[in-house]
């Protein structure tokens, strides 16, 4: 049995108007390792359709090629890749190097699809670039050599997984006399290591060099002519042990391929940094301004007491009710510190040196109610203490308002007996206190309900006011709240929508910057299919040395998952330097930070931008795995 086999072989190509075009007629050939057989032809004969089916590119075809018995007529998808990288090795015409690799990086490709080290794998391919004569320019790029030289490196890129079988298409092609000689002798030295070298030529002067010519025409073997007798082989080689192209040495390639396009890909970066440094922007200064929103309200208020009312349509605070109920409820609520009664309606009037001035309202002290509130004096906690505003006091004492600290004043209230009768409470009081506020005052809640027993009247809560445990527990016990159907009221109720209407707007805002997201991943898309036609050719490279289609989907992937990457880098670092500038150019002013980039949103934005280019590379990717390698190799 010969260690390579054709049998019956036929080829033919569809032409455009679905006839069919046949190359290759009927072909039965056997080598053996150790021979240096010429495929000798003119151009159009049909030698690099039969190369190709040979190296296991072309598969569409009639009859059998069997390599030490097995068919590789009959091989999957990923045995052919398989036996691309382990049995066959290839020489172009035009070298095909990949250009943005050195040349060292070049040989490596093979190398890592083997199971060397990687320290292992530089050394092969430093050895083999020492082998034919380009030790001394292993960092150099395929453009920084001559034809010859790049014909050199294509040898060793060949000879790197240690393969069987040497195909070399027109090897001298593009070469001129001398550097023929140099290519031809560099094969000729291969195969005397027991490896079957094929060569396709037009020429019978480099046909002369092997053991054996085969010749063709039309796409029918002609003439078998054995020159000399084939190499000496010395045992059986066992196969190279190899494995699919591994992330890491795709991600590399990707690397190296950025760096080649720096300019371009620098610009591409820059414009992804500009969609997800504007959604960060917004979503970390709406964080800012919502910080510094409540950071003054509750400046005003004390965040963890919370006033609790019923949902009501009524603007009569007198015909809402808050019952023991409600009371025992908002007790038991989980993190609930205390529970206070509270009232409050408008109506009221206050007596002093027989001036009366009406009071647009007021309500019981409760926790919601802070001493910064205070102007001057306490609160009102005791037994018959008001707190009045400083413009009333004004009104009693123009001259030094906070002489009424400590006065007796009357405070009236306008309620309703059982009968629903109007009626009016009075009492004596003394002023505890003046605030800042334009309107209202607070007196204690035993206060006023003795003012209502004085009646026979029996004061009933309207509001209760929550304290919570720990500002951590204001929102779950807000929420808990809002799930039983109660309303929350006054500065807390002002807060909470704040905070709502504060982030629909922000986000609204982050969504209309998201719009340039959408932009980055267009641009992305367009990029990468104008990368894959520029690399049609590296891709059927790659594809004859072995690469799968999932490893060129892989190289694409990483190319855009590195875009993604680096894009929002350099929008997290914009949006932290303008963080600096803007909090430090309004501190004087606010005292607040009003930029607050967090851990959670720089990891958001890096997610965010790494996700959209690779969706942004599905399609291009796709693209790419789908060339037909024989096709991506005659690309120019």
Avoid at 15 to 23: E, N, Q, S, W
Avoid at 406 to 414: A, D, L, P
Avoid at 454 to 461: D, R, V, Y
Avoid at 513 to 540: D, H, N, P, Q
Wanted: proline content about 2%.
């Amino acid at each position: 049995m010969s260690f390579l086999e054709l049998k019956d072989v036929h080829k033919a190509y569809q032409l455009a108007d679905k006839t069919k075009f046949p190359v290759l007629k009927g072909i039965n050939l056997s080598f053996e390792r150790g021979e240096f057989v010429s495929i000798l032809g003119e151009s159009g004969g049909g030698k690099t359709t039969l190369m190709n089916i040979i190296g296991g590119l072309d598969h569409q075809y009639t009859g059998d090629v069997l390599v030490n018995g097995k068919s590789t007529r009959t091989m999957s998808e990923k045995e052919l890749d398989n036996y691309r990288r382990q049995t066959i090795g290839f020489v172009f015409q035009n070298f095909n190097l990949i250009s943005h690799l050195s040349i060292l990086d070049n040989v490596m490709v093979s190398l890592e699809m083997t199971k060397l080290t990687h320290k292992e794998q530089v050394q092969t391919a430093t050895d083999l670039l020492k082998r034919v004569g380009l030790g001394e320019h292993i960092k150099k790029y395929p453009n920084q050599l001559s034809g010859g030289q790049k014909q050199r490196v294509a040898i060793a890129r060949a000879l790197a997984s240690d393969p069987d079988i040497i195909i070399a298409d027109e090897p001298t092609g593009a070469l001129d006399s001398g550097n023929s000689h140099e290519i031809m002798d560099l094969l000729n030295g291969i195969a005397t290591d027991g490896k079957l070298v094929i060569c396709v030529t037009h020429s019978q002067e480099v046909a002369n060099y092997g053991t054996r010519i085969v010749h063709m025409v039309d796409g029918l073997i002609d003439q078998d002519q054995h020159l000399k007798d084939a190499f000496p082989v010395k045992g059986t080689k066992a196969s190279t042990a190899t494995h699919h192209l591994s992330f890491r040495a795709n991600f590399n390639m990707a690397m190296k391929h950025m760096r080649y396009n720096l300019k371009r890909n620098v610009l591409i970066v820059f414009g992804g940094a500009i969609g997800i440094l504007s959604v960060l922007l917004m979503l970390s200064l709406g964080r800012g301004v919502q910080g510094y929103m409540n950071h003054e309200i509750s400046g005003q208020i004390n965040p963890q007491s919370i006033q609790v009312t019923q949902k009501t349509k009524s603007t009569d605070p007198n015909s809402v009710k808050m019952t023991q109920t409600d009371y025992a409820k908002m007790t038991k609520m989980a993190n609930v510190s205390s529970v206070e009664r509270g009232f409050f309606a408008q109506g009221a009037q206050v007596q002093y040196a027989g001036k009366t001035d009406s009071i647009s309202l007021f309500q019981t002290y409760n926790k919601t109610i802070l001493d910064k509130s205070l102007s001057i004096g306490h609160q009102p906690t005791g037994l018959n203490e008001v707190t009045i505003t400083k413009d009333l006091a004004k009104k009693y004492d123009k001259a030094d308002y906070k002489k009424m600290v400590g006065k007796k004043i009357t405070f009236f209230v306008n309620t309703y007996d059982a009968q629903k009768k109007p009626i009016v409470l009075s009492r004596q009081v003394t002023v505890s206190g003046i605030t800042t506020g334009q309107s209202g005052a607070t007196i204690s809640y035993n206060t006023l309900q003795a003012m209502f027993k004085e009646k026979n009247l029996t004061l009933k809560p309207n509001f209760l006011t929550v304290n919570v445990k720990g500002l951590t527990n204001v929102k779950p016990v807000q929420d808990k709240i809002k799930a039983d159907k109660y309303q929350i009221t006054g500065a807390g109720a002002i807060l909470d929508s704040v905070n709502t209407y504060v982030k629909l707007a922000f986000y609204v805002l982050a969504g209309i910057a998201g719009i340039s997201l959408l932009v980055s991943a267009i641009m992305i898309i367009v990029v990468l299919y104008i990368s894959v036609s520029e690399r049609t050719k590296e891709i059927g490279i790659l594809r004859a040395l072995g690469v799968r289609k999932t490893d060129i989907r892989t190289l694409f992937f990483a190319e855009s998952f590195l875009i993604g990457l680096f894009s929002s880098i350099i929008g997290v670092i914009v949006v932290w330097l303008a963080q600096l500038g803007i909090n430090h150019a309004t501190e004087s002013f606010i005292h607040y930070n009003i930029i607050q980039l967090t851990p959670g949103y720089i990891a958001f934005g890096i997610i965010v931008s790494v996700v959209i280019s690779i969706l942004a590379a599905i399609a291009p990717a796709g693209n790419a795995a789908k060339l037909d390698p024989v096709e991506a190799l005659s690309h120019d």
